[in-house]
């Protein structure tokens, strides 16, 4: 970036760069996937820059970072991208950048985080955030800027979308609520945000969503039915906005019909749903009691019923499963005709149960935080199988849960969004199939099946 003057006064503008990182591994596992939406963080931050600024963002999903002198830098981290951030954050300061980290890493490792950074923020960033920005104006930045108290979410600013480069038909990302009021074991949202649920204005949520070019959008939000009469008050004003969109809920909060057709009649065309394991051990793992499995097929067919698809999220890895989880899960999936599955990998990420108990357990692997991604890494030591074992599952089950058979298996009993369903599924037949060419992953060549049948024996009963 070079320096820019204002017009008006002839000053010189500070320039400051906003990154969304992301390590190149996981820039191959996301690719050919169809619902990368943009991260909504930097834009929602860029809201708050004064006009004093030259600012631009610059999200490594979609552009490579160009290393050359600017005044101040500004990047989110999050754990398995957290080596990635801080080499680059060297090579800025080593140009002589201020460079300021923030983000649920920071949060939860600040003592790490402030040996790589000029400026670390601590916790949400709603009033932290433009307080630096004034100091750096006058040059009284600080080393750490902590969150106190809960901030407000009222009056807040519309993201600066205009920024996004590239994601043209994916930059739609808005949140109505944040915080949820579970407390899953292996989730930190409670360490990085204050404990408290908070919803925005609703006509605050309208105002930003009308204001998105995008038909199709999606909500940020950790739990969008948490407050069912919030989200319903929500619901009938975006009902006229005529948009497309997605949400994170629980399968719990789907018993209530009124909320499904509002949701419906405002546009969603599908939830994500964290059934997370179709074991009852696994789910008490979880610390998610409130999942019925023997429900599981009743939410599936009344999502159904309203027109809307399950996108499920799935966790392998807890110390109830076996070998038999992945093949046990994918004909689960297969017989109650769930649309898509988010699969991902346990992660005992630092501030969560799962982590301080594995940690007392002498179960971390001495890795670094890449391994913390959940998706093509495993950070622990699973309690019934290797942790190779538990990567090897996991992609055989990514696999099989893409193939034609199984696409088509569940599209003829879910028959909803046909179009966008088999767009979604052969996006990430694509990406694993890419994914597996590269070589990317630990594999095996003996067949999960075979895996099982030597292991069996051994399993603790």
Known sequence: MI??????????MPTLLMITPENSEINKFRAHQLNNFTQLTMPYLAGFVPEEYSIRLLDEYTEPILFEKVDLVAITVNTPNAPHVYSISKRFRELGTWVALGGPHVTLNPEEAACHGDTIFVGEAEETWP?????????????????LHVPSLDGLPIPRRDL???????????F???????NCSYCSLKKIYHNEFRTRP????????????????????????????????????????????????????????????????AGCLYLFLGLESFSEQGLRDANKNFNKIEEYGKV?????RHGISIQAGIVFGFDSDTLEVFETTL??????????????ILTPFPGTSIYEQYKKEGRLLDVDWDHYNGKTKVAYVPKRMSHKELLNGYNEFRGKFHSWSSIVKRISKSRVNIFYTLAMNYGYKRAYRNFTRLGFGERSDESLGHRIAQHSRNWPR
Request: glycine share 6%; with cysteine; proline share 2%.
């Open 3 to 12: 320096a820019f003057v204002d017009r008006k006064s002839g000053d010189i």
């Open 131 to 147: 307080e630096f920005l004034k100091d750096f104006l006058s040059g009284s930045m600080q080393k750490a800027y902590t969150s």
């Open 164 to 174: 996004i480069v590239g994601h043209r038909l994916t930059s739609g990302a808005v």
């Open 176 to 182: 109505a609520s944040r915080g949820c009021p579970h």
């Open 202 to 265: 609703v006509d605050e949520v309208i105002k930003d969503i009308g204001s998105m070019p995008n038909k199709y959008f999606v909500f940020w939000d950790d739990n969008f039915f948490a407050d069912p009469v919030y989200t319903k008050a929500l619901l009938k004003d975006l009902a006229r906005l005529n948009k497309r969109w997605a949400a994170q809920v629980t399968a719990c909060s789907c018993e209530d019909e009124e909320l499904l057709s509002l949701a419906k009649a």
């Open 300 to 304: 599936v067919n009344k999502l159904h």
């Open 331 to 344: 004909k689960a999936c297969n017989n109650i005709g769930v649309d898509g599955v988010t699969a991902s």
